[in-house]
């Protein structure tokens, strides 16, 4: 469980795959076109809150710098993430 919550807390990339079919006069179904993409699914603060819950042990042995460096870090991704996602 921990690791989809970091996976859906930093985002992904997934794969799609599209399909379309012709049926012909014998009614066989015939592949006429194929398509696949990747679509990023972006950050979900939702998920780094309920992450970083779950890994509170580790935060309230953090001292409050280990803790700004943290929040810096993860700032950043987010910004690098949100930058990434209004180029495509």
């Excluded at 015939?30 to 309920?50: N, Q």
């Amino acid at each position: 469980m921990i690791d989809v919550l970091y996976k859906k807390a930093r985002g992904y990339d997934v794969e799609e795959s599209t399909k379309e079919y012709v049926v012909d006069e014998e009614g066989n179904k015939r592949l006429v076109k194929e398509k696949t993409s990747v679509k990023h699914i972006p950050p979900d603060l939702t998920a780094l809150k309920a992450y970083m819950e779950v890994r509170d042990t580790e935060l309230t042995s953090m001292s409050n710098e280990e803790l700004k460096k943290e929040k810096e870090r993860l700032l950043a991704e987010l910004k690098e993430n949100e930058e990434k996602e209004k180029k495509k």
